[in-house]
């Protein structure tokens, strides 16, 4: 009924930027807090950034100064700007989101999260 699909990952060179898209898609009446995570191979899903709907901000410490996220939320869809680029920054990225939509008349919540789209970082 509600999917995200990202889109935006690829090979890039260390120092290099990327700019990630997540939108959203569905029966959907409104759309509160976006986020990115990511999980690289043997290592556990982290939190990238979050941003509400009234465009509040939180980043984890490793990619603040470096990455920004931002939505379009006439568009439902949310952004990822990655700039200097490590090489610790390879991971698959996964976008979430808290959704609001509805089923029939009765308005529904719930949590998802798409597919992710792979972020290579090496020379």
């Known amino acids: 009924q509600v999917h995200l699909v990202e889109s935006g990952g690829e090979l890039v060179q260390p120092g290099g930027s990327l700019r990630l898209s997540c939108a959203a898609s569905?029966?959907?009446?409104?759309?509160?807090?976006m986020g990115w995570y990511r999980q690289a191979p043997g290592k556990q899903r982290e939190l990238v950034a979050t941003?509400?709907?009234?465009?509040?901000?939180n980043y984890a410490d490793f990619v603040k100064g470096r990455f920004t996220i931002s939505r379009d939320n006439a568009e439902n869809t949310v952004f990822l700007q990655m700039n200097s680029l490590k090489s610790e920054d390879s991971a698959m990225y996964y976008c979430?989101?808290?959704?609001?939509?509805?089923?029939?008349?009765?308005?529904?919540?719930?949590?998802?999260w798409g597919k992710g789209t792979l972020v290579t970082v090496s020379s």
């Open positions: 569905g029966n959907i009446f409104s759309v509160n807090d």
């Open positions: 941003i509400t709907n009234r465009g509040v901000t």
């Open positions: 979430n989101a808290d959704v609001n939509y509805l089923n029939g008349d009765q308005l529904h919540g719930i949590n998802i």
